[in-house]
């Protein structure tokens, strides 16, 4: 889970909001202290925006909810040349009144140099649950290269180095597996990446890695293997290329959907047969009606 970074990242966003508290609205600009009415033209996205995607479902809740109450958080931008001004903060808020077909936004102007602007881009993305471990790792390298060291990087995040280390563990892993993350990104965790960067640096080989890896990640893939193990079974079919996956138990697994959207799965597997839905995804109402629906069918 990514928590840890989050809770810390969480405190400049908090940072930031006093800065929203404490502005008064004047005509005449005070930079990092003046509430400002810009134009959208004038504005262009982070440079160093980690989201690359944003919910089209959230937009819209985003829409409806300032169509309704206004906009109740300005966000915060930084000037740059020309009178133009570049999104600090807040570029959901800013998509969303451009969706509108609105023209103007308000808008915190303050100094903020690179380093300052990509740390709060990350930090105001890492605070929803939906940014996986990998995203958060590429949002940090794509920032390193702001700051003389990693101990900068991670003292400005208020981050252990160790933790740190173990983001950025994921780009020192073979090119196959990276490629295989950026399609699901959510299922290797850091930790395990850190573990597999490790397992393959120890290695006495580099025959088999790429067979190794590509079998590895069929059996995540399918959950008949622990992401926590993926170092383990790497290393073992390193060490034995012929010892193959042939003793796994073959397990069968289906989607459960919503729409277009998969939210769960059904999952058999030797004797046991599961159903996993996200939590987030179903009311208790609806929780207890799948409950009371398995208890009857299997009664």
């Known amino acids: 889970m990514s928590k840890d970074i989050k ?48 919910d089209t479902d959230e937009l819209e809740a985003l829409k409806e909810s300032i169509k309704e ?75 390193q290269s702001l700051f003389p060291n990693k101990s900068r990087l991670a003292e400005s995040i208020g981050l252990d180095r160790k933790e740190l280390y173990r983001y950025l563990s994921y780009h020192d892993l073979p090119q196959i597996l990276q490629d295989k993350l950026k399609e699901k990104p959510q299922l290797i965790a850091r930790s395990a990446a850190y573990a597999i960067k490790s397992t393959l640096s120890n290695s006495k080989t580099s025959n088999d890695v790429d067979s190794a890896i590509i079998e590895a990640w069929e059996l995540l893939e399918t959950g008949q293997l622990d992401q926590g193990k993926m170092a383990d079974f790497i290393a073992k079919r390193l060490n034995n290329p012929n010892n193959r996956s042939k003793d796994l138990t073959p397990i069968e697994v289906r989607p459960i959907t919503s729409g277009d959207r998969q939210i769960g799965k059904f999952k058999s597997k030797g004797k046991k047969y599961t159903v996993e839905i996200d939590t987030t995804e179903i009311n208790e109402e609806q929780r207890q009606q799948i409950e009371e629906f398995i208890q009857k069918v299997v009664a």
């Not at 906009?71 to 800013?94: C, H, M, N, S, W």
């Not at 709060?120 to 949002?139: G, M, P």
């Open 7 to 54: 809770s810390m990242l969480s405190q400049k966003l908090s940072e930031n909001t006093t800065r929203h508290a404490n502005a008064k609205q004047s005509p005449h600009l005070d930079l990092g202290n003046e509430l400002k009415r810009l134009a959208l033209n004038d504005i262009q996205p982070n440079r160093y925006q980690p989201r690359t995607v944003f």
């Open 69 to 143: 109450a206004g906009l109740l958080q300005p966000i915060t931008v930084r000037p740059l040349e020309d009178d133009k001004y570049e999104i600090v903060a807040g570029e959901r808020r800013f998509r969303a009144i451009e969706q509108l077909g609105k023209k103007y936004i308000d808008a915190i102007v303050r100094q903020t140099d690179d380093g300052e602007l990509a740390v709060l881009a990350l930090a105001e993305n890492a605070s929803r649950q939906d940014l996986c471990d990998y995203e958060i790792a590429q949002a940090l390298a794509n920032i």
